[in-house]
């Protein structure tokens, strides 16, 4: 019960809307807003520590190896690229994630994108605020293009749960699906979906929407050559990982006109460096990385992170990594 437990960076999961008071019960939590991302402030920080949290503090070989009293380390989020897996495994630390838990937020982001890009909501409504609707002959106006989804063709890279999600909501507008994915599970329920390699999934798509992991395959994956196959009138999201797409090479493309818009929750770098190109770009929407953090998604993560804590302390772990 005395044992200790930290939170290295717990201000994104929980700035002060959630509780930390269940994570008492099983010993002493110490909880840090934030950390520099240096291994002697890490380590500094959890010396003593038999079990730490983390959402994006990273955990090298060279910061575990200063932390031997170290058993357990608790990854607040699904992704875990922060963390020096094989040397946790060597020290014996156990380390765990939470898949899954913002499933309905990322989906919900996804379309909020799509939406703005296809009509201009926020847009329009500023230029209403400027009194244009009020100067305009007309009973109604508009200052940028106007799409319909229906009966265009939604192209889905990687069918997991969050790509399997975004394709119930995009056939209930009346689109059709494509998809590319590692594991090509049964879609026999959904009308006209066909499985395609990543070139014919670029060209034929109207909306192509990424949710692949970041793995060496998918590093840079949307770069110059691929957004080439893709149409004039598309639209590309990404709610996945930043890497994914070659930043300066998705600028050019929005700026030449060889792509009808973006919208991205997620960048390379994070935060950016100020002059990131896409920042400048035509027609790109970009959010910080937030399709995660809605309060219901993040309760179900601390619900989640606790379970996971807690099946490691009863010796019969969860959700190992």
Same mark, same amino acid.
């Given at each position: 019960? %005395? ?11 929980? !700035? ?11 010993? =002493? ?17 959890? &010396? ?6 983390? %959402? ?5 070989? =060279? ?12 990854? @607040? ?7 020096? $897996? ?9 380390? @765990? ?27 329009? #409504? ?29 192209? $889905? ?18 689109? &059709?699906?494509?998809?590319? #994915? ?57 709610? #996945?990982?930043? !890497? ?24 390379? @770098?994070?935060?950016? !460096?100020?002059?990131?190109? *896409?920042?400048?770009?035509? %027609? ?21 992170? *606790? ?13 190992? *990594?």
């Amino acid at each position: 019960m %005395n044992q200790k437990i930290i939170a290295i960076d717990g201000y994104t999961l929980n !700035p002060g809307d959630l509780s930390w008071d269940p994570w008492r019960e099983y010993g =002493e939590l110490t909880v840090y807003d934030r950390t520099p991302y240096t291994t002697d402030a890490i380590a500094g920080r959890c &010396t003593q520590a038999a079990a730490v949290l983390t %959402n994006k503090t990273p955990f090298t070989r =060279e910061t575990l190896a200063r932390l031997p009293d170290l058993k357990y380390i608790g990854v @607040t989020a699904t992704g875990y690229n922060m963390i020096d $897996i094989a040397a946790a495994k060597e020290q014996g630390i156990v380390v @765990t994630n939470v898949p899954g838990y913002g499933t309905p937020s990322v989906v919900q982001m996804t379309f909020a994108l799509l939406l703005e890009l296809t009509l201009r909501v926020q847009r329009h #409504s500023d230029a209403v605020m400027e009194g244009k609707w009020s100067r305009c002959p007309d009973f109604s106006f508009w200052d940028y293009p106007l799409v319909e989804l229906s009966g265009k063709t939604m192209g $889905i890279i990687g069918m997991g749960h969050i790509g399997s999600k975004v394709a119930d909501i995009a056939a209930a507008f009346g689109m &059709t699906v494509i998809g590319n #994915s590692r594991t090509q599970t049964d879609q026999s329920h959904r009308p006209g979906f066909r499985w395609v390699t990543i070139p014919d999934l670029l060209a034929q798509s109207d909306v192509v929407s990424i949710h692949c992991p970041l793995f060496p395959e998918t590093r840079g994956l949307i770069n110059k050559s691929t957004l080439a196959l893709m149409k004039r009138s598309a639209f590309l999201l990404n709610t #996945s990982r930043g !890497p994914i797409i070659l930043e300066q090479d998705l600028a050019d493309a929005l700026n030449n006109d060889r792509l009808a818009g973006a919208g991205l929750d997620v960048l390379s @770098t994070e935060p950016p !460096p100020a002059r990131n190109p *896409l920042f400048t770009a035509k %027609n790109c929407i970009i959010t910080p990385h937030i399709s995660w953090a809605t309060k219901e998604a993040r309760t179900r993560l601390m619900s989640a992170s *606790l379970a996971n804590f807690a099946a490691w302390h009863s010796g019969r772990p969860t959700n190992l *990594l």
